[in-house]
């Protein structure tokens, strides 16, 4: 289900504001075109091959029905879960898209939706239904996301709760086609080029000092950096966005250490840190990926790494300037994650012969 939203993510959620910053969405209404034509045609050309993909793989999701254990009902079911989560994904994504012009803002703010409404609602729900019952507002709001159908794949949660599967699978198919309405309704207007508000440029202002410190810090701190390497300053400039990491670990680490507090007083305290390391482990390569990926495709685009390369640095510079700039932000929030995870891991475990029988697994899933 995870690689399902990625694929989304991937595959339209620059689709359409691609076209608006390159000029050539407007052209296409020079055209008969309708704004539907536009947007499904698009649709149809990200998604069939992640479509007619996901449909390969079922024959090999069918493999555990002849080991035993899985029903076709089970089989069934999860090939609808997952491909209405695709066209859920697809439909946001495609909205995020006509709303947005950069690609980075565009692919952070459709990954965010999604992971939080396909998968974090979901669990979320699943936790508060544990402790307030069925009924609490979060669990009932869960019933919405793609993500809470795949709980109820398995027989005896599908017998048990076969309304909310279909409900839940009717709310999350509907949303996705309310996404593509939007999604009409707004293209027409969205590639035009308006004048930024008072509000919006004084934002800008703001969040650009905020991020390039102030004049006397912000002299020293290029002196020092261009003294290292001239494409480490570039990569860098930003001198405050290295703090990004900690506020998103010091919040994850917030919200994991009460959560498995919560867990551990129910008697789950270990699977539910190895579940949070998982996680918090995922995201952080991943988002070192996608840093180390678009720091050179936005120089190619803008122009900027052919001018770089008509200098007299060298290539190897270049790269390790860009090495440079991902070690200044991500290696000390990664050292401290690595060194939190094994202090919790180890005072979770009550003895030594349970550290051993419990480390092959936590070391596979938390760092794999």
């Known amino acids: 289900f995870v690689s399902v939203l990625l694929a989304a993510v991937r595959l339209t959620a620059d689709c359409l504001s691609s076209e608006k910053r390159e000029g050539t969405l407007g052209l296409l209404f020079l055209t008969d075109l309708k704004p539907y034509d536009v947007v499904l045609g698009k649709l149809a050309a990200t998604s069939l091959n992640a479509f007619f993909g996901l449909l390969a793989l079922m024959p090999v999701m069918a493999i555990p029905i002849l080991l035993g254990g899985v029903t076709l009902g089970d089989l069934l079911r999860l090939a609808l879960v997952l491909i209405n989560g695709l066209f859920f994904a697809l439909s946001l994504a495609m909205l995020i898209s006509v709303l947005s012009w950069h690609e980075k803002k565009a692919i952070g703010m459709t990954s965010l939706l999604l992971f939080t409404l396909g998968a974090g609602l979901p669990l979320v729900g699943s936790f508060s239904a544990s402790l307030s019952g069925p009924w609490s507002p979060i669990s009932v709001l869960s019933v919405a996301s793609p993500g ?16 909310a599967f279909w409900l839940s699978m009717a709310l999350s198919h509907a949303l996705g086609w309310l996404c593509l309405v939007l999604t009409c309704r707004l293209l027409p207007g969205a590639w035009q080029d308006r004048p930024a508000g008072a509000w919006q440029r004084r934002w800008r202002e703001i969040w650009r000092r905020a991020l390039l410190a102030g004049g006397g810090a912000r002299t020293a701190f290029r002196r ?22 900690w506020i998103f670990l010091v919040s994850m680490g917030l919200i994991g250490g009460f959560a498995c507090w919560i867990l551990r007083v129910r008697g789950v305290g270990i699977e539910a840190l190895v579940f ?24 190619r685009d803008r122009g900027a790494l052919e001018l770089l390369l008509s200098t007299p640095l060298a290539v190897e510079e270049v790269l390790r300037g860009h090495a440079m700039a991902l070690r200044r932000q991500f290696l000390a929030p990664i050292l401290t994650v690595i ?24 070391w596979a899933l938390s760092f794999l």
């Not at 809470?148 to 309304?163: E, T």
């Not at 949070?276 to 120089?299: E, P, R, V």
């Not at 060194?339 to 936590?362: D, K, N, W």
Request: positive net charge; hydrophobic residues 55%.
């Open 224 to 245: 020092r950096l261009l003294g290292a390497n001239p494409v480490y300053w570039l990569a860098s400039r930003e001198r405050r966005a290295c703090w990004f990491p």
């Open 276 to 299: 949070f390391s998982f996680l918090l482990n995922w995201f952080f390569k991943h988002w070192m990926i996608n840093q180390a990926c678009y720091a050179l495709s936005i120089d």
């Open 148 to 163: 809470f159908a795949g709980l109820l794949v398995s027989q005896a949660a599908y017998r048990a709760m076969r309304g």
């Open 339 to 362: 060194a939190v995870e094994l202090v919790c891991f180890a005072s979770a475990v009550p003895s030594i012969q349970e550290l051993r029988t419990a480390g092959g697994a936590f």
